[in-house]
């Protein structure tokens, strides 16, 4: 949760050109991502009763989402994405390339198409109603060691 903005002090030194200066912003973020990757995730195994909640997020580099049921975490996943995956599916979901349609003709100013086709809406990634997409998301939530299975 969090963890590319908290890491961002850290990864700002891996840039080219960029010197090697230690500051207490960094190293509070160190310090603050050492303690959350120590610290085991609390899960639960779910009930036969009661429906599902997915929360998800997206950026321009992945996926992440939340799998909770009675209100607490069965599972987490995350999936880093290709760009070229995105712009293939969101082309298959007829709302999202209506959008584009209507981005490219004007109309549409909170939506934006980046320079790899990408669509979004504000600063936020339109993930398309995809199967496969989903397949494989769901697939890492199984796979991660995060997850708990019986």
């Known amino acids: 949760e969090g963890f590319s903005r908290l890491a961002l002090p850290l990864t700002q030194l891996m840039r080219k050109g960029e010197k090697f200066v230690w500051t207490n912003e960094r ?13 085991a995730p609390i ?3 779910p009930s036969g009763s009661g429906g599902f909640q997915i929360y998800s997020d997206a950026s321009k580099k992945g996926l992440g989402c939340v799998l909770m049921q009675h209100g607490k975490v069965i599972a987490y996943a995350s ?4 760009p070229y995956e995105i712009k293939e599916a969101q082309k298959d979901d007829d709302e999202l390339w209506a959008i584009v349609q209507n981005v490219e003709d004007g109309k549409h100013t909170e939506f934006s198409v980046d320079d790899d086709g990408v669509v979004w809406f504000e600063d936020r990634l339109c993930v398309p109603s995809d199967q496969e997409l989903c397949e494989k998301v769901m697939t890492e939530a199984h796979s991660s060691p995060f997850t708990v299975h019986p």
């Open 43 to 45: 899960l639960t195994l």
């Open 79 to 82: 999936r880093q994405l290709k």
């Open 27 to 39: 190293d509070e973020s160190f310090e603050e991502l050492k303690r959350r990757l120590v610290s």
